[in-house]
């Protein structure tokens, strides 16, 4: 049996190899797919990236050990007879495809999914855009700020009295990858049972949307203002924000509970005060309160207290500083590779443990040796597969 979290025994692992034995085609070097590519990767499944030709390949190469680890590059040009002969064979032998291209690319190359179903029943056909597959928005374009706009998350971001501002990708981005990878790892284990595939339609914003699930429970039960920055945990409340402090550096707290919010004043030497903190109309008071306070003392001499006193304070670190915390390094939640220094495979496992993250190696790409384990033709299939 494998020993619970809180055991004595538990050592956590970087990451799993629990999708060991499962091959994923992917198609389209957009971030987001190269995202869930990277991420069912570190879960242990064997990632088959086309690549195309050199001549025409104007997007950031995938030999990294960010977003394009795991993986082994095959060059096809999928407009010509042999890319796309080359990368049916491969189909026949994956259980999924994932792929990034706005809809209708991929059955214009004839490589949809009805033209792969014949060849793979129980093929998965993951498909990623900003938009989705149907609606009227399917053809238009877009990025991150545009699919958090329509999801109704961005006007929800930032202070109140400023305008609103997009979190870099992190919403969009990790709502199209995280939702296409948990709906493709899905399909996979049905497809096992069933023998027969499907298409995941993932849509970065449907998953912007999703990832507000709870905000839009606190607006059906009254307890969430549209207004921007005025609610618990948007910037509102003065005791879940942030401040500055004595030498101009940051610190974040979160004392919503009230045993929090008992030990966050003794801190700060505010136990006596008795003004009503949940009277929305009491929060400037407060708010100018604490960040005289905090003003009193350096980012770190708050840190140190608070970890002594058990507050729910922390440091606002950069991507910088994060990788030197105390706690951070402890679970090493970041790897160096190289000269690199990147976010470590989550989820962990207690068994199920894979390869460390490698250096990247010089090289072109695997297109021969790939295709020679599949038991591939190269010479037949290929053709002007290489783009000379």
Not at 124 to 136: A, E
Request: proline fraction near 7%; glycine fraction near 12%; aromatic fraction near 6%.
């Amino acid at each position: 049996m494998t020993p619970a979290p809180n055991s004595a025994t538990y050592t956590p692992h970087i990451s799993g190899d629990s999708l060991r034995g499962v091959r994923i085609l992917e198609l389209g070097g957009r971030g987001p797919v190269r995202f869930c590519g990277m991420l069912l990767g570190d879960l242990g499944a064997e990632i088959i990236t086309v690549d195309r030709p050199r001549e025409a390949d104007d997007i950031t190469p995938l030999s990294d050990a960010g977003l394009g680890r795991r993986r082994r590059r095959v060059r096809l040009d999928l407009r010509s007879a042999g890319g796309r002969a080359t990368a049916l064979e491969i189909i026949k032998r994956a259980d999924a495809v994932i792929e990034g291209f706005l809809p209708g690319s991929m059955e214009r190359l004839g490589l949809g999914p009805e033209d792969c179903a014949p060849h793979n029943p129980r093929l998965v056909y993951g498909r990623l855009t900003g938009w989705g597959q149907t609606g009227p928005l399917m053809a238009q374009p877009g990025h991150n700020i545009n699919y958090l706009a329509v999801s109704g998350v961005l006007a929800h971001l930032g202070r109140a009295g400023t305008l609103p501002f997009p979190p870099m990708n992190l919403l969009a981005d990790g709502g199209g990858a995280m939702f296409l990878a948990l709906g493709v790892v899905s399909a996979v284990l049905e497809a096992r049972s069933s023998g027969v595939g499907q298409v995941v339609d993932a849509a970065m914003v449907d998953g912007a949307a999703l990832l507000s699930t709870m905000s839009h429970e606190m607006r059906n039960e009254g307890r969430w203002v549209e207004q921007r920055g005025s609610n618990l945990n948007d910037s509102g409340a003065p005791f879940y924000d942030v401040y500055e402090t004595a030498d101009g550096r940051l610190v974040a707290v979160g004392a919503v509970e009230d045993r929090l919010w008992e030990s966050l004043l003794r801190l700060l030497g505010l136990h006596g005060e008795s003004v009503d903190r949940w009277d929305r109309a009491n929060w400037p008071w407060w708010r100018e309160r604490l960040a005289t306070v905090f003003r009193q003392r350096t980012q770190a001499q708050w840190c140190a207290r608070a970890e002594q006193a058990g507050v729910c304070l922390s440091p606002v670190l950069t991507m910088s500083e994060a990788p030197a915390h105390p706690h951070n390094v402890t679970r090493a939640v970041f790897t160096r590779v190289g000269d690199a220094v990147l976010p470590s495979p989550a989820p962990r496992f207690s068994r199920t443990q894979s390869e460390p993250i490698a250096e990247p190696q010089p090289g072109d790409d695997d297109t021969a040796g790939v295709l020679a384990e599949l038991g591939i033709d190269l010479p037949r299939l290929v053709g002007d597969a290489s783009g000379g």
